[in-house]
């Protein structure tokens, strides 16, 4: 717009258009400047009213044409022009927002005074966090004013309980949603536009997840990890809209948090309760649910150190490493002593029942060389029952410990068979890791017996420390470019027609080289795979950005 322009004293009437040349005389008719020649200059102009733009871009006025008098016609002062704004573009963040409808207008950037309010008590936490994170006051329940962040419940039934619309508009910032997860999201994305480019654009971002669960497993059994790290990936998978932590706290090499059940089996180095309640606490402030797993009945070696005579033998008397032996009753009251004490521990709505790599089973005659196991199958589930039968009955009775505490249950896919006397439950949903262990069938059988799985696809998802048994740590780039939820195992998709009952996915490290890492290469090796398998989980289309450029996106962002 022309800085020498001049307006009439009233403000609201137009003079006709004139053919002869412009004097200091001339106007700014609304949104066009009369220039010589008779012309008018049409410029964009943002109205802090909000008035609605022309179809040429130009916001409109309320002006009307009239009579001009000497004195209206007299020079005005020139006022300062009306700045003008490009439309904003989509902003960029991890996960990708996955709609936006851009608009015209500054934007809005943390500035002093502002504040971070909420329309609702229960929102006072992610209100608090927000505020310190951007530099704001926490305001609590109050009515925004510019400069502010309001966080608000809609009061609607969710269809997507984790979406959310975050409104940037007249200099203030609304996030709102119809469930507390769904706005914290929202203050995620806030805060990556701030961190990104100082300033989140002007319009409407309207997002949600893609996948119900978006998962990061930690094996802590293997290798001690101390409290302060665990909470570390918690506020980063927080920033990133996961929303489960798994647990994997028991295996042959350690037994790693504090028990008063059963002592003897915790390893020296371990978590207590206590910092385990602070982990649980801060994991659902971002709203991540933490998903413990006690493995059995393979894995077991640490229980096993504290008490040798569960220890399963074969009918020479050789040992079999991390197996307990599961025809012995007293096997399975420790186990369910322990499901039973953690339930407190941790409230969540998931439970890991393991069940998978049960050493009796992949030897090519497991009732020949278990007989007790093939003696016991028999008696519990009559004369044509297996050992497998028997292994299946026991992730069953498991399931229903934890099912008397509420909980969904999962189990690793190679702890369920084909046929048998004995069918694992219908409830128990399939993290599907492999097919290459005994036992583990196509992700199909899964998936066309109705079953509902997790993505735990060991050539894209597994992080095992030293890189035994032909492990290779993952890239994100190969996340990033190559899998989707539906690539469940190898690097074939399974067909769309399953892609509702697939959940998500779960980014897993396996520690079976304890020390081949620090936490600190830990950290820095899981980093990029994070981020593309959020990416990958939130948003099921195929990513705007190319590696480099989301590689460069991450480091400004997250």
């Known amino acids: 717009m022309c800085g020498r322009c001049v307006v009439s004293r009233g403000g609201r009437r137009r003079a006709p258009r004139r053919k002869t040349s412009v004097t200091s005389k001339g106007l700014l008719l609304g949104v066009g400047v009369v220039l010589a020649g008779g012309a008018v200059a049409v410029g964009v102009t943002v109205w802090p009213d909000g008035a609605k733009e022309t179809p040429g871009g130009a916001a409109s006025t309320a002006a009307r044409e009239a009579p001009v008098s000497e004195e209206a016609a007299a020079p005005a002062p020139s006022p300062t022009p009306t700045r003008t704004y490009a439309l904003s573009k989509k902003p960029q963040t991890i996960p990708a927002v996955r709609g936006f409808e851009a608009a015209r207008g500054p934007g809005w950037k943390p500035a002093e005074g502002g504040r971070v309010v909420v329309r609702n008590g229960a929102l006072a936490d992610e209100g608090k966090l927000t505020a310190k994170e951007l530099g704001l006051t926490y305001g609590g329940e109050a009515q925004s004013r510019a400069g502010d962040v309001e966080l608000a419940l809609t009061g609607t039934k969710p269809s997507v309980s984790e979406a959310y619309t975050l409104t940037v508009k007249g200099g203030k910032v609304r996030i709102a949603a119809p469930a507390e997860a769904g706005v914290f999201y929202g203050t995620r994305t806030l805060k990556q536009e701030v961190r990104g480019g100082r300033t989140a654009p002007e319009g409407v971002v309207k997002d949600q997840p893609a996948k119900p669960q978006r998962g990061f497993m930690l094996d802590i059994a293997r290798k001690h990890f101390t409290a302060g790290w665990i909470e570390d990936r918690v506020r980063e998978l927080g920033d990133l809209k996961y929303n489960q932590l798994g647990l994997h706290f028991s295996d042959d090499q350690g ?193 066309s017996a109705g079953r509902k799985v997790v993505n735990y696809n060991d050539e894209f998802l597994y992080y095992v420390l030293g890189e035994p048994n032909a492990f290779k740590y993952p890239t994100g780039q190969r996340i990033y470019e190559q899998w989707t939820p539906r690539v469940l195992r190898g690097t074939t998709a399974v067909a769309a027609k399953y892609d509702g009952q697939i959940l998500g996915g779960s980014f897993a490290v396996w520690c079976d080289l304890a020390n081949r890492q620090t936490e600190a290469q830990v950290a820095a090796g899981v980093r990029m795979p994070l981020r593309a398998l959020a990416q990958k989980v939130w948003d099921p289309a195929k990513p705007g950005l190319t590696w480099t450029q989301f590689k460069t996106l991450a480091g400004r962002v997250s």
């Open 255 to 447: 037994f790693r948090i504090e028990s008063t059940s059963h002592p003897e089996v915790v390893s020296q180095q371990h978590l207590t309760k206590a910092q385990v309640k602070k982990i649980v606490q801060l994991a659902a402030a971002r709203h991540i649910t933490v998903v413990p797993e006690i493995d059995s009945p393979g894995h077991l070696g640490a229980v096993i150190a504290a008490h040798p005579d569960l220890q399963l033998r074969n009918a020479k008397g050789v040992a079999t490493r991390g197996a307990v032996d599961i025809s012995k009753p007293a096997a399975a009251k420790i186990i369910d002593d322990l499901l039973n004490e953690y339930a407190d521990v941790f409230p969540g709505a998931y439970w890991h029942l393991g069940a998978d790599e049960y050493q009796a089973l992949v030897v090519s005659n497991p009732e020949a060389s278990y007989p007790q196991l093939a003696t016991a199958a028999r008696q519990k589930y009559g004369s044509n029952a297996t050992v497998k039968d028997l292994a299946t009955g026991w992730l069953n009775d498991r399931a229903k410990v934890m099912a008397a505490h509420d909980r969904t249950l999962r189990a690793w896919n190679d702890g369920f068979f084909r046929g048998g006397t004995v069918q694992a439950s219908k409830s128990l949903q399939v993290a599907y890791w492999t097919g290459k262990e005994y036992g583990a069938r196509p992700p199909v059988e899964y998936l």
